[in-house]
């Protein structure tokens, strides 16, 4: 087994993933990589400057740093999307098409590549959503996300290529902010509680959405990548949840620690956007095949992330 690249590493998960990845495999054994320079967070081991749109450069640097494992990370999230949907397509579509390609061609042995709750639109089933139901996404991001996962399965059928992937609920973490999503209230409230700062919400106070603590998302990525090739029957992506809040539930657990902390609802273009997807998400496929089991509920994230941001600060 040669290396681990990780694209998009400057980003919310990437960094995080980054960090643990060298954690478990050794410093030299992951390449970060991003389109921008490296943040100080992942600055310790092997970068390279990559557009994952340049074909030539990605395959140089798989070359260069004999890599056999990719997390290909780059994304436009759901809101950043609507506002260019053109590029957002082109950037998510034809980077996964490039990695997918180099595993065809045997440049690398195992991909993994995000899919999200995004795939979901307004017919699908709202509460407990199965792993197989009616889709229709109706942002640009779920729909580059639900082609995404149809290219994985075909690459996996047709060619053999050894590509994993889940769907993501909205990522809670406090080390990287993340940019573009419309999840990202759940990980702007906890700057401005901590820094004692009132919220304004671009979401309604009663909207329902999965989230997720990041050391479990981190944790439910590298346990999908360890696990033997024959316990991975979902190619396309699978469903994974850990909790599921509103802005509402999330103000009152802060609430708790800062009883000074106010917010107000103003909710905008996201609103709709977040109307769209699920409240919960039924997981079972995934804790069957691979023993996925979250460990993180609100009350015990925003704990420990307030914890973490005050030891920090
Ligand atoms: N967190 C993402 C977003 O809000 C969804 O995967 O765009």
Redesign the pocket.
């Known amino acids: 087994m040669g290396r681990t690249l990780i694209i998009g590493a400057c980003g919310q998960l990437g960094s995080e993933l980054t960090v643990y990845l060298r954690s478990r495999k050794g410093q030299d054994q992951v390449v970060a990589s991003d389109i921008s320079k490296p943040i100080p967070y992942i600055a310790d081991g092997p970068f390279e400057e990559l557009n994952i749109m340049d074909k030539d450069q990605f395959l140089k640097i798989l070359k260069k740093h004999d890599i056999s494992e990719v997390y290909h990370l780059a994304a436009i ?3 950043k ?1 609507e506002q260019n949907p053109l590029f957002a397509w082109q950037l998510n579509m034809d980077s996964l098409l490039i990695v997918l390609e180099a595993a065809k061609e045997k440049l690398i042995e195992k991909i993994y590549w995000p899919s ?3 795939v979901f639109g307004p017919d699908t089933p709202k509460d407990q959503t199965p792993q197989n139901t009616i889709m229709n996404p109706d942002t640009v ?1 779920g729909i580059s ?1 639900q082609a995404g996962e149809r290219w994985c399965e075909y690459y996996h059928h047709k060619y053999g290529v050894d590509v994993r992937s889940l769907r ?4 809670i973490g406090y080390k990287t902010k ?1 940019g ?5 209230y759940a990980v702007d409230i906890f700057f401005k509680a901590v820094a004692g700062e009132n919220f304004q919400s671009f979401l309604s106070k009663d909207t329902e959405l999965p989230m997720m603590y990041m050391a479990d998302a981190v944790r439910a990525t590298v346990s999908l990548m360890e696990a033997p090739t024959e316990s991975i029957k979902v190619r396309s992506s699978y469903n994974l949840a850990a909790m599921s809040f509103t802005p509402e539930e999330i103000f009152h657990e802060l609430k708790k620690i800062y009883p000074d902390f106010k917010i107000e609802y103003t909710p905008d273009f996201r609103q709709k ?1 977040a109307d769209s997807w699920p409240n919960s998400i039924n997981d079972n496929v995934a804790t069957r095949e691979w023993g996925w089991k979250p460990t993180f509920d609100l009350k015990t994230m925003v704990r420990e992330i307030v914890t973490q941001m005050t030891v920090e600060i």
């Open positions: 999230l759901s809101a999307g999200s709750i995004a991001y996300k993501y609920p909205g990522l993340p573009g999503g419309t999840t990202d956007i």
